[in-house]
């Protein structure tokens, strides 16, 4: 008997395996049968008639790399059946490994039963092993996409919900801490302890905008941007100054150099600088300057900021854009400073890209650490402005 003969014909034996094991996984212990089981008949049935389907060299090579549906329209029922099976998993509690083991469970269990049932093996069992062996990982990789899917979506979703929610309670302290304030002859201790409220309301209301952020686009998702006329010597001079009266002990430096006008959007750009300044006075050596500088070659706006102090470990600046990656490395929890969750790195290369820009960053003990951004300078447009989503919208 052939294999996909043999699988539709033996559906309920393998679903009894395939139950079997999923209950062995933790999250599977209590799950009825039904919810064990969930597509996983489907899965079968699409598999056999994908295997029964004939396959050009050119569909077999084009399917094994990964590309599902690649043996026509009888491969969709297999590649719906998969994403619903990863779907249902990760509202059940699997994780991915979990997901994992249960096809090569179902691997090693629909091949064994097989073998089981033949007395001797013929070529045509080669091809049955091999177009088996596509179609399951077809169905893996479907799986596993709609689990990842799912789980960034979920992701996103439950920090933008506490990005909300943090900041209305903040909000709240922060006005009542302005009504104190204006009282007439305020205790001294009083003004101290106000002072520290604003300074650290200041720290959370930043973090959760970053999370907002994060949330909001996402790994590899574009940042949605507003243009309009923007003086970018302006924009920088007014952050600039900023940074001067919260660290008048340090030494902070500002160069601009040509026409700095172009169309942008404002509020991201002053993310980039704010979050570029603020990344230098954090990591840079306190004793040293930190330089902002912007200039103009008259079609691409050129944007630094340096800083002295110890280099960043090279194995970091391959991934400093990437606070996923960052935050499995074991220097990211000696290295992060109070009051920063790493994502302001992040949300700069967003924006720049965004943009159709480029950030890259440099650093040596003997030079010190300089983060170059540049920016096509678009002329200033009025009628080129666009509604944002998402970012800009209250959630």
Not at 43 to 65: C, F, I, N, V
Not at 88 to 94: H, K, L, N, T
Not at 189 to 202: D, F, G, Q, R, W
Not at 304 to 322: C, K, M, Q
């Amino acid at each position: 008997m052939r294999l996909a003969d043999f699988i539709l014909g033996n559906i309920e034996p393998i679903l009894v395996e395939w139950e079997a094991f999923a209950r062995s996984l933790g999250p599977g212990m209590n799950m009825t049968k039904l919810a064990l089981r969930d597509d996983a008949e489907g899965m079968l049935r699409a598999t056999a008639l994908d295997m029964q389907t004939g396959q050009s060299l050119a569909q077999q090579t084009s399917k094994s790399k990964g590309h599902g549906g690649a043996g026509g329209e009888e491969s969709n029922p297999l590649d719906h059946s998969s994403v619903l099976h990863g779907e249902a998993r990760v509202v059940s509690g699997f994780d991915i490994m979990d997901v994992v083991s249960e096809y090569r469970a179902l691997r090693a269990s629909v091949l064994r039963l097989w073998r089981a049932s033949r007395p001797q093996i013929n070529i045509n069992d080669i091809d049955d092993i091999t177009r088996f062996n596509e179609s399951l990982d077809q169905s893996l990789v479907e799986a596993i996409g709609s689990y990842t899917d799912r789980v960034e979506q979920s992701r996103r979703m439950f920090l933008a919900i506490l990005g909300h929610d943090l900041r209305n309670p903040l909000n709240c302290i922060s006005m009542a801490a302005q009504l104190i304030s204006r009282t007439d002859n305020p205790d001294p201790i009083a003004t101290k302890a106000l002072s520290m409220v604003k300074t650290n309301t200041e720290v959370v209301t930043r973090l959760i905008s970053d999370l907002i952020d994060f949330a909001s686009t996402g790994i590899g998702s574009a940042m949605p941007l507003t243009y309009s006329p923007v003086d970018l010597e302006k924009l920088c001079r007014n952050v600039f100054d900023g940074f001067c009266l919260a660290y008048p002990q340090r030494t902070l430096r500002f160069h601009p150099a040509g026409d700095l006008t172009g169309n942008w959007d404002a509020a991201r750009l002053r993310q980039v600088v704010s979050n570029l300044m603020g990344n230098a006075l954090q990591h840079g050596a306190t004793e040293g300057p930190v330089d902002l500088s912007v200039a103009s070659n008259g079609s691409t706006v050129v944007l630094s900021v340096h800083n002295e102090g110890p280099p960043i470990p090279s194995e970091v600046l391959t991934v400093i854009f990437n606070p996923l990656m960052r935050h499995t490395m074991p220097e990211s929890a000696t290295q992060r400073v109070s009051g920063s969750i790493g994502l302001g790195l992040y949300i700069v290369h967003a924006i720049v890209v965004a943009h159709g820009g480029t950030v890259e960053v440099a650093s040596t003990a003997e030079e010190g650490t300089t983060f170059t951004v540049r920016l096509p300078q678009l002329p200033p447009v009025e009628s080129d402005c666009q509604p944002a989503q998402g970012l800009n919208s209250p959630l």
